[in-house]
Nanobody, 115 residues
């Protein structure tokens, strides 16, 4: 059974940082790309960062310079480091792992940024 378990979300003040984790089990994680999405209240799901199985990384323009995606294939874990958090970063953050055929999602972790 494939499982993706996100953690690391929370409530922080503007300017703060969080590190989100996504632990993957049941698949050969190293063979999958990973994408972090977020969904703010009343809005659609937005891709914020992606990393392929062999490393190339992309970021949404809205998060460049503040978000860092990484992965540790030995631990079957992906990460999203979020710095200089802004109120508009408030959302549920999801990890998604996929190859050309399959796509799996985590349950999401809430990030709330407010003063």
């Amino acid at each position: 059974q494939v499982q993706l378990v996100e953690s690391g979300g929370g409530s922080v003040q503007p300017g703060g940082s969080l590190r989100l984790s996504c632990v993957v089990s049941g698949i050969a994680f190293a063979q999958y790309a990973m994408i972090w999405y977020r969904q703010a209240p009343g809005q659609g799901r937005e891709s914020v960062a992606s990393i392929t199985s062999f490393g190339p990384i992309k970021y949404a323009d809205s998060v460049k310079g503040r978000f860092t995606i990484s992965r540790d294939n030995a631990k079957s874990t992906g990460y999203l480091q979020i710095n200089d958090l802004k109120p508009e970063d408030t959302a549920v953050y999801y990890c998604n792992v996929l190859d050309t055929i399959r796509s799996y999602w985590g349950q999401g972790t809430q990030v709330t940024v407010s003063s």
